[in-house]
């Protein structure tokens, strides 16, 4: 993917309400921020430019939303979509490899949305279902594990599906096709919408893994 430099991203991102400068104090505290107790957390890893996740917030007020995006320009034109301050949604800056130093014990479901497919075998441990990156999604989630994942890659999505359920997770609402399959009106991605139109098929799942405490 080719990132279009955004000249004055920086001016963009710090004017941003939306957006929080240093997740990592936030680490175990992040209901504090919501100034919620109650209401379950949510995030996007890769939210890439953020339609899929601020449709979200404005659809589940009665959820916390955190998009994470590592590339500045990328998320300078994901804060730009935001005309209104949404008390159930910020955005961060993060690289998904540091994603236990921000969260501990307190996500209740991750949106993987076409991740980086990372086709090169010795690449095949920074895929955002790899078992390396699963390892540390254990630290950060609350009680029962939940990842919906969504891609145009075929390749991926069969890696993901091997991956997730050597890892102990359930698999179901598995999709081959989703946009044929599926009657529901459903929350899509910049990409994604792209793709449908030019007809690419779109894999899908969603992933459950009990906590052995439970």
């Avoid at 919620?36 to 659809?59: R, V």
């Avoid at 959820?63 to 935001?82: P, Q």
Wanted: aromatic fraction near 12%; avoid cysteine; proline fraction near 2%.
């Amino acid at each position: 993917m080719r990132l279009r430099n955004v000249k004055n991203k920086e001016q963009i991102i710090n004017a941003s309400s939306s957006f929080l400068e240093n997740p990592k104090t936030y680490q175990g505290k992040w209901k504090t921020l919501f100034h919620n107790n109650n209401k379950k957390l949510y995030i996007e890893i890769g939210m890439g430019k953020g339609k899929f996740i601020i449709e979200n917030a404005k659809k589940y007020p009665e959820i916390n939303f955190i998009g994470i995006e590592k590339f500045d320009s990328v998320l300078a034109r994901a804060l730009e979509k935001i005309k209104e301050k949404l008390p159930n949604l910020y955005m961060i800056r993060l690289d998904a490899k540091d994603i236990d130093e921000v969260f501990d014990h307190e996500v209740d479901q991750i949106y993987l949305n076409f991740s980086d497919p990372w086709p090169k075998k010795r690449h095949a441990k920074r895929r955002l279902t790899s078992h390396q990156l699963l390892e540390k999604y254990d630290s950060i989630f609350k009680g029962e594990k939940v990842i919906q994942f969504r891609t145009d890659n075929r390749v991926l999505f069969e890696f993901s599906i091997e991956s997730l359920s050597t890892y102990g997770y359930l698999l179901k609402e598995i999709h081959l096709n989703l946009h044929k399959e599926n009657n529901v009106e459903l929350i899509t991605t910049e990409y994604e919408d792209r793709f449908v139109k030019q007809n690419k098929r779109i894999y899908e799942l969603k992933a459950y893994k009990k906590d052995s405490n439970l």
